[in-house]
């Protein structure tokens, strides 16, 4: 206790050798920071773990491979690549999510615009699609079963709704927050309507149009696997329910992954699209181009 007591009033008296270390530690920080931003392999870091824990686990016996099969014994389900099958239920899959994202997305997107834009189109329509909103849509499978039966019309109704929504919502509230300042601005320099659309409401919405577009996609691979699972003949979750029924939890793991990864690739492009899109706007800025 001496000792240290001994030690306080010389730092306090020489205030200089502490302050000497802030400058060093700062630039430690900020250089640690740029590198883990600039890096391409931090956003990899947390799925590289839980992948070292799984293959762990189950190699020592912690994880039963009848709960979750071991990585490797995923990977040896290549009957399914040798055969064409799973590229083939890849590709159906993947033509149901696009063609229910453009339908729902795409009526939602001119929806959005027309109840943001209006206020008579926003009291006519918005109440309903509230309304409508608040109905799980999963819940609707026997009634849609009944309207198109089980053929990919029931599929591509589902997946369109459940991207609906979010779309819709994120672009209202998006043209709905434009700054009214920017719009005046435009006015003043007499833009018209379409001019004042194009230059001002269009590109401040963006941001919130493809935040509702991202969940809308995250919302579309849940609706897509669940219609998949109800008397499908082929697709993803067709595939996943066809391996329940012979016991094989490798490919049903191998299902859960391919959706998980082009959920990602799904993300992965909007996020381009917004740096190629909002290239102006600050938040979006390329970080290498940061000092």
Known sequence: MTGLASLVPSVAADPSASADLSPFLRR??????????????????????????WAATSGTGA???HVLPAPWAIAAAHDKI??????????????????????????AFALGLANGLSKISERLTDTTVQMVRNIPNLSLIPLVILWF???????????????????YINTFHGVRTVDAQLLEMGRS?????FDLFRRSVLPGALPS?????????????????????????????HMAMEA?????????VLAILIYAGLGKLADVA???????????????ADPRGSK
């Open 209 to 237: 149009i493809f935040v509702g577009l991202r969940y809308a996609l995250g919302i579309m691979w849940l609706t897509l696997i669940v219609a998949e699972t109800i008397a499908a003949s082929s697709g993803i979750g």
């Open 244 to 252: 329940r029924e012979f016991l094989r939890v490798d490919v049903v």
């Open 270 to 284: 909007v996020r381009l699209l917004e740096r190629l899109t909002l290239s102006w706007h600050p938040a979006f």
């Open 63 to 65: 994880l039963p491979a």
């Open 189 to 193: 320099y007499g833009m018209g309507r």
């Open 149 to 167: 039966g089980i053929g990919e019309e029931a599929k591509l109704f589902l997946t369109a709704l459940g991207v609906f929504f979010p779309v």
């Open 28 to 53: 430690l920080g900020c250089g640690t920071g740029r590198r883990l931003r600039a890096s391409a392999v931090t956003p990899w870091l947390l799925p590289a773990g839980l992948l070292a824990l």
């Open 82 to 107: 040798v055969d064409g099958s799973l590229l083939a239920d890849v590709a159906v899959s993947f033509r149901r999510a696009v063609s229910g994202l453009l339908l729902g997305g795409g009526i």
